[in-house]
């Protein structure tokens, strides 16, 4: 089955889980900035969280921090990686845990610190006791393919590649891939699709994009406006009923825990609908 | 004629593949084909003339109507090329002597990319006037 499926680490009392089944730790990345790699780690992890899965999710672009304001988790943000990775605090102290869901913890970034100051193995080590305690951790990779990148796929077993429909963007992700360890088998999650201009001929499609990286796909995201307004709000998508964005990333999720989704519709349901319709009647936008 | 069906508002849905979309694919393909040959543009120009070339010395081709392409196959990129033959040259120059096995074997390094030429034989007819 899927590469991502794992085990169920035992959630009886904290400490005993431990050791049991180590979790799967899964690097969100795509080399070119800007293609929401940030937003797909907050919502794949919410998602996941409410599947009812133990869920960490760290934010590993060093200097850049992000993650905690998708996440709207910004205020409660005391310590960081590098902290725990020096030693200064403990674990405990640096996870936060998420407003709405109690599986949900964020291991935020430093943002007055620089990507070269993570060590690679203690990145690793770091890691391995992060699945130690949960079933999947998401690491947000931060953008190029330098020393932040190679921090952020050290202690990772699997990748999701996000990409845009767009030439600069297919090429990036491209060499991301040829970046990565042997042996891994990358999944592809192509976001901002606008179906409508697929079918006028004016933007790349799913195949189009695919044609190039022949990779598994995860999952299509729609361009739909909705995205940003749970971005200003930090509240993730994934957890809006109404919304086709939040389908997707639920739909992802779904997969990456084993559940038989059927092929990824690579063309998803007409941009804009559904947030139209919940704007029109709750006022959302 | 075609053209003109292609650039009128009229017939747009019959060629709905040639929008921006259609450019960006093949901008994608060119750079990711120079990416994974490493080479520039305007050596893969060079390549066709030089490989048009060649193939002159035997055969009379058609180059206006000649495709040299690049698919992506896996991991690797292979060439395909088309060539129309108008014509087998007559005056061709004598066989070249085929080169002299080396003295001691040469371990081949790993290719990048296959490359196969498809010669099609278009209006053989002409063959007779050369």
């Not at chain 1, 060093?62 to 605090?89: A, F, K, S, T, W």
């Not at chain 2, 040639?18 to 093949?26: D, L, M």
């Not at chain 2, 060539?83 to 040469?106: C, E, F, K, Q």
Request: proline letters at 6%.
């Amino acid at each position: 089955m899927r590469a991502f499926e794992t085990t169920p680490v035992e959630s009886t009392t904290e400490g005993q889980a431990a050791a049991a089944t180590l979790g799967r730790a899964i690097v969100i990345t795509s080399g070119k900035g800007g293609v929401g790699k940030t937003t797909t780690t907050a919502n794949v992890g919410t998602a996941l969280a409410a599947l009812g899965k133990r869920v960490v999710l760290v934010d590993a672009d060093v200097g850049l921090r992000n993650l905690d304001i998708v996440l709207g988790l910004e205020n409660r943000v005391r310590y960081h990686l590098l902290d725990v990775i020096e030693g200064n605090v403990g674990l405990d102290d640096a996870l936060v845990r998420d407003k709405r869901s109690e599986n949900l913890y964020l291991l935020a970034a430093a943002q007055a610190r620089e990507k070269e100051d993570v060590d690679t193995a203690e990145m690793m080590n770091l890691m391995e006791q992060l699945r130690e305690r949960f079933e999947y951790v998401l690491i947000d990779c931060p953008a190029g393919i330098e020393t932040g990148f190679r921090n952020a796929i050290a202690g990772a077993q699997h990748a999701i590649i996000v990409c845009t429909p767009e030439v600069s963007a297919v090429r990036d992700a491209d060499r991301v891939v040829g970046l990565l360890p042997n042996g891994w088998s990358p999944e592809l999650i192509v976001n901002r699709l606008r179906p409508a201009l697929v079918k006028k001929g004016k933007m790349l499609s799913v195949e189009d994009v695919n044609a190039i990286l022949r990779l598994p796909l995860l999952g299509v995201i729609p361009d739909e406006p909705g995205v940003i307004v749970s971005t200003n709000k930090g509240e993730p998508i994934a957890l809006d009923e109404n919304s086709a964005i939040g389908a997707a990333f639920r739909a992802i999720a779904g997969r990456i825990v084993g559940e038989d989704r059927g092929e990824v519709s690579t063309t998803t349901p007409e941009p804009g609908f559904f947030t139209k319709l919940g704007a029109l009647f709750g006022g959302r936008a | 004629m075609l053209d003109f069906l292609k650039k009128s508002d009229f017939f747009k849905p019959f060629f709905r593949r040639e929008g921006s979309g259609a450019t960006a694919r093949e901008r994608l393909r060119l750079v990711l084909l120079s990416d994974h040959l490493s080479l520039a543009p305007d050596v893969v120009d060079a390549l066709k003339a030089e490989l048009f070339a060649v193939l002159s010395k035997y055969v009379d081709i058609d180059p206006q109507h000649a495709e040299v392409t690049f698919e992506m196959r896996e991991r690797e990129v292979a060439m395909l090329a088309s060539v129309p033959i108008l014509a087998v040259r007559n005056d061709r120059p004598s066989a070249p002597r085929p080169p002299a096995p080396p003295a001691t074997r040469v371990r081949r390094r790993k290719r990048k990319g296959a490359v196969q030429t498809k010669l099609v034989p278009t209006s053989m007819g002409n063959s007779a006037q050369a």
